[in-house]
């Protein structure tokens, strides 16, 4: 083990599946996964798919029935070498970019301090090329975070364009080399 990090954080787009493999690369490849899932994210991929892929507790609540030593989302946002959102919805960059904090994954953010933010987007064409979309990323890129930007493809709606999740290995790639630098 290398020591390092990752907090995965997902949201709910149809590419919440290939959190799974992103999760299942870093972890192999040495680093601790934390899984934060938005509700959105789990009518997509189960928690339990990734709990079983990085061999550790996936957080869907802010606020859960257990008695904690700490605060969680406080001492998720200390453990962070790295936060990595993928898929990133546009819901996501806009709580992101307006310093909304209403669930463990916008909290969590909300208390890193220091810590590398990769987000990698994905929706559709027109979300994508949404001004207010476009701006909240601008916002989000003047703080610090960094990008994988979408592929062109054949999105799930059926239209071609601007959106589809980076590839795998496209967004592993980016984190390893963040958390190596």
Same mark, same amino acid.
């Given at each position: 083990?290398?020591?390092?990090?990752?907090?995965? =954080?997902?949201?709910?787009?149809?590419?919440?599946?290939?959190? @799974?493999?992103?999760?299942?690369?870093?972890?192999?490849?040495?680093? #601790?996964?934390?899984?934060?899932?938005?509700?959105?994210?789990?009518?997509?991929?189960?928690?339990?798919?990734?709990?079983?892929?990085?061999? =550790?507790?996936?957080? #869907?609540?802010?606020?859960?029935?257990? @008695?904690?030593?700490?605060?969680?989302?406080?001492?998720?946002?200390?453990?962070?070498? +790295?936060?990595?959102?993928?898929?990133?919805?546009?819901?996501?960059?806009?709580? +992101?970019?307006?310093?909304?904090?209403?669930?463990? +994954? #916008?909290?969590?953010? @909300?208390?890193?301090?220091?810590?590398?933010?990769?987000?990698?987007?994905?929706?559709?064409?027109?979300?994508?090329?949404?001004?207010?979309?476009?701006?909240?990323?601008? $916002?989000?890129?003047?703080?610090?975070? $960094?990008?994988?930007?979408?592929?062109?493809?054949?999105?799930?709606? =059926?239209?071609? =364009?601007?959106?589809? +999740?980076?590839?795998?290995?496209?967004?592993?790639?980016?984190?390893? @080399?963040?958390?190596?630098?």
């Amino acid at each position: 083990m290398n020591g390092k990090t990752v907090l995965l =954080g997902v949201t709910g787009s149809i590419a919440a599946y290939k959190a @799974a493999d992103i999760a299942n690369d870093l972890t192999k490849s040495g680093y #601790t996964v934390r899984a934060i899932m938005t509700k959105a994210a789990t009518a997509f991929i189960t928690p339990l798919t990734l709990q079983t892929l990085t061999k =550790g507790k996936v957080y #869907t609540e802010l606020f859960e029935p257990v @008695a904690y030593e700490d605060v969680r989302h406080i001492s998720l946002a200390r453990q962070a070498d +790295l936060c990595l959102i993928a898929p990133a919805t546009a819901n996501i960059i806009g709580k +992101l970019a307006a310093g909304i904090a209403d669930d463990m +994954l #916008t909290t969590v953010f @909300a208390a890193l301090r220091g810590v590398p933010v990769l987000i990698c987007p994905a929706m559709n064409t027109a979300m994508y090329e949404n001004p207010i979309t476009q701006g909240n990323i601008e $916002r989000l890129k003047a703080a610090g975070c $960094r990008f994988v930007e979408p592929r062109e493809a054949l999105l799930a709606c =059926g239209d071609l =364009g601007r959106g589809a +999740l980076a590839d795998v290995e496209t967004i592993t790639a980016a984190a390893k @080399a963040l958390l190596e630098a």
